[in-house]
């Protein structure tokens, strides 16, 4: 499946939801089987969500790879504040894009950590 920008993938349906860039080599762990966590991001603890999408700039392939998960829970980092790994399950690949990381957020950032929905 190829995708343009978040609004081809993200519905109603999915709640609010925490979407991520990641490239190679960041903390970054998928697991088609069990948890997979992305970390370390400044999140509020407040913040609440259903989905996690996950925009993954691969540059030695040269491509932008885009996950989809479930929401499961926040882990502390260790000595750092305000710090979180997110961790979800249920992660698939479900597409690629051509687009910019800003282009494919919609929101014209490069902020690496944004969220859709009510929070």
Known sequence: MSIKTINDIVTEEDGNTIVI?????????????????SGNWKIKDERDFNTVVIYFRNEVAKENLVF?????????????ENRKVVVMKEVKNIGTTDSMWTEFNTQNTSNPCLYIGNN
């Open 21 to 37: 860039f990641s490239k190679f080599g960041e903390t970054l762990d998928l697991r088609h089987i069990g948890e997979s966590r």
């Open 68 to 80: 989809k998960g479930k929401f499961v829970d926040y882990e502390d980092v260790p000595d750092e």
